[in-house]
């Protein structure tokens, strides 16, 4: 069985701050992670994957996270935070046979200007 | 060219009544799913289909059936509306890996469901 932990229910940095985003992850076999986002009212858009090639990963809109098995972590980072940015951000694991996704519980990303 | 679209988008209705919540994808995925996210944002996976099979069935009460009538199709039918009904639905599909591994997740825009 997997498990994904997100540390921080809501995160708040100023615009042009770094973004931190924490997921720590449980799983029996190498997993596939994720990060999706959320806009409000808006369904879940994938940010990023990892899938057991390079550990670093990049995505869309300037953000990445990088894969470290010693920690069981997944973070996701953002140089430098626009206000656009301001959403949700969900970490997800897949792993063993049983069709689905786990998902965190979600961080809140708060941009202040 | 939506990939995952889904109908209504809002949805309010009384107590007791039933409704349907319609999900349709584009992208040739195998795998069908429905989530529930609640007002604290929490996502809770209900039911997923691969190739019109009910293979995930969460503990849903059984006022709650799906169907799949294809492997485009998966539709949400409800029952018996209650008050804790309330949430937005979410379809979604993706793609599994022969070993049963589910591959990125592809999400429709939401139904937002009010029970008053």
């Known amino acids: 069985a997997q498990s994904v932990t997100q540390l921080g229910s809501h995160v708040s940095v100023s615009e042009g701050a770094l973004v931190l985003l924490r997921c720590n992850y449980s799983s029996s076999v190498p997993p596939y992670l994720f990060w999706y986002v959320q806009y409000p009212n808006q369904g879940l858009q994938l940010l990023l994957k990892y899938t057991s090639a390079a550990t670093l990963v990049k995505g869309i809109n300037g953000f990445e996270a990088e894969f470290k098995k010693s920690e069981t972590s997944f973070h996701l980072t953002k140089p430098s935070a626009h206000m656009s940015d301001a959403a949700e951000y969900f970490c997800a694991v897949s792993g063993g046979s049983n069709y689905k996704l786990t998902f965190g519980k979600g961080t809140l990303l708060t941009v202040n200007p | 060219d939506t990939a995952v679209s889904q109908t209504p988008k809002y949805l309010v209705t009384q107590m007791g009544n039933d409704k349907s919540i319609k999900c349709e994808q584009n992208?040739?995925?195998?795998?069908m799913y429905w989530y529930k996210q609640d007002s604290k944002k929490f996502l809770k996976i209900m039911f997923s289909y691969n190739n019109k099979e009910l293979i995930i069935n969460e503990t849903v009460p059984n006022r709650f059936s799906p169907k799949s009538p294809d492997k485009a199709h998966l539709n949400l039918h409800i029952n018996s509306l209650e008050l804790g009904d309330s949430a937005v639905y979410f379809c979604a599909s993706s793609s599994v890996t022969s070993g049963g591994w589910a591959d990125t997740q592809y999400f429709g825009p939401g139904t937002r469901l009010t029970v008053l």
């Open positions: 992208l040739g995925h195998d795998t």
